[in-house]
C-alpha cells in the first residue's frame, strides 16, 4: 500500500500525515514515486481555484496509468470549496472508481484546536472536526484493504 499527495501549501500534508498515522504508512511526495507498490494507492491531491486539479496529479496518473490498472485506488482532495466536481474529473483519470474517497476543507488559521495527544504539537491546525473526517476515511481504507 502507498500513500501519495501534492501540496504545495501544506494542507494536502498535514491530512496526509494524519492519514498516514492512522493508517500506519508514511505519506510520499508524488513527485518522488519512482514505481508503483502494493495493491492500493491513496492518492492526495489540492484543489485550487477555479476547480482545478494540480497538474502534478494529472501527471501522476497519467505516468503511472497501467500499473494503476493492477492495483486499487483510494483519493481524497483538500480545497476551500466543495469539490465534487474534481473528484468526478480526477476518477475519470482513473481506470476504475475508487475504493473510497473524500473532500476535505482546507485548514485555516482559526482551527487552533489540538486533537488529543494522538500526533502531538506538529498537528496542532488539525481541528477536532477535520480530525474526524480523516479517521472515516481511513477505516473506508482499511475495510478496503481487508477485502484486498
Known amino acids: 500500500m502507498m500513500l501519495v499527495y501534492v501540496s504545495r501549501k501544506g494542507n494536502t500534508k ?4 494524519v492519514l498516514g498515522k492512522l493508517i500506519e504508512i508514511v505519506p510520499v ?7 508503483i507498490e502494493g495493491d492500493l494507492v491513496i492518492i492526495g491531491t489540492p484543489v485550487y481555484n ?41 476518477m475519470k483519470l482513473l481506470p476504475y472508481p475508487p475504493v473510497a474517497y473524500a473532500s ?10 489540538l486533537v488529543g495527544d494522538l500526533f502531538g504539537t506538529k498537528y496542532r491546525n488539525i481541528g ?11 477505516d473506508k481504507i482499511n475495510e478496503a484493504r481487508e477485502k484486498l
Open 14 to 17: 498535514k491530512y496526509a500525515d
Open 29 to 35: 511526495k508524488m513527485n518522488e514515486v519512482r514505481d
Open 50 to 90: 477555479h476547480h482545478r486539479v494540480s497538474s502534478e496529479t494529472k501527471e501522476f496518473l497519467a505516468k503511472f496509468k497501467n500499473k494503476l490498472a493492477k492495483c486499487k485506488a483510494a483519493l481524497f482532495t483538500v480545497s476551500s470549496h466543495k469539490n465534487e466536481k474534481e473528484i468526478k474529473e480526477i
Open 104 to 113: 476535505f476543507k482546507t485548514l485555516e488559521h482559526r482551527h487552533k484546536k
Open 128 to 138: 477536532k472536526s477535520e480530525f474526524s473526517c480523516v479517521k472515516t476515511f481511513a
